[in-house]
């Protein structure tokens, strides 16, 4: 079975950098797109970046600037580089992948759990 597992988040002050990280594991035969997104209380759940190749990169604009997915397709790992963080960052952060488990299976949707992402001073 395919898991996808969120870590790196934690409380950090404005304008401080975390990097979160998404590894894929199980049955995977490929992998399309690769996607953020967050949910804070009270919120609608906000896509935040996609990668649907490594060099195919795009962003929230609330993120722009700010934000850097990058994705390591030898370690099945997908990262948020967070910089200038800001109290309106504060969320759960999901991780998202598009996989197919064998070359005849379909593409299948997949989620992580989640890593909780606080920026306050």
């Known amino acids: 079975q395919v898991q996808l597992v969120e870590s790196g988040g934690g409380l950090v002050q404005p304008g401080g950098s975390l990097r979160l990280s998404c590894v894929a594991s199980?049955?995977?035969?490929?992998?399309?797109?690769m996607r953020w997104y967050r949910q804070a209380p009270g919120k609608q759940r906000e896509l935040v970046a996609v990668?649907?190749?490594?060099?195919?990169?795009n962003y929230a604009d609330s993120v722009k600037g700010r934000f850097t997915i990058v994705r390591d397709s030898a370690k099945k790992t997908l990262y948020l580089e967070m910089n200038s963080l800001k109290s309106e960052d504060t969320a759960v952060y999901l991780c998202?992948?598009?996989?197919?488990?064998?070359?005849?299976?379909?593409?299948?949707?997949?989620w992580g759990q989640g890593t909780q992402v606080t920026v306050s001073s």
């Open positions: 998202n992948a598009e996989i197919r488990e064998t070359v005849r299976s379909p593409r299948n949707d997949y």
């Open positions: 199980g049955s995977i035969w490929s992998i399309g797109a």
């Open positions: 990668s649907t190749t490594a060099s195919n990169l």
